[in-house]
Nanobody, 125 residues
């Protein structure tokens, strides 16, 4: 069994920064593993934020966060991070990390089999 636990959410003012963590248990590492970050704002569909292959050789970002967010991973800790800088009020959402196997369609939520419980990010103006 694979378990994902997000942490690091909170409340910040516009222009501030947060770092989210996604800790994986259950020996989830694999050469074909992909970890993605998604977010759901009130009244909106769940949307893609960023993704990274477990090997770290491929990263993907939504256009709305390019240049502001950075995804990375620490294989020794089985943890993926999402560094969020220059936060905007429109970034307010519950953020989820998810895991799938295979690198195709990194931005499609339906392809991810395992999901964390989510962590709230609130950005005030």
């Amino acid at each position: 069994q694979v378990q994902l636990v997000e942490s690091g959410g909170g409340s910040v003012q516009a222009g501030g920064s947060l770092r989210l963590s996604c800790a994986a248990s259950g020996r989830a590492s694999s050469i074909s593993a992909m970890v993605g970050w998604f977010r759901r704002a009130p009244g909106k569909e769940r949307g893609f934020v960023a993704a990274i292959s477990w090997s770290g050789d491929s990263t993907y970002y939504a256009d709305s966060v390019k240049g502001r967010f950075t995804i990375s991973r620490d294989n020794a800790k089985n943890t993926v991070y999402l560094q969020m800088n220059s936060l905007k009020p429109e970034d307010t959402a519950v953020y989820y990390c998810a895991l799938k196997f295979g690198s195709a369609s990194a931005a499609r939520a339906s392809e991810y089999a395992y999901w964390g419980q989510g962590t709230q990010v609130t950005v005030s103006s």
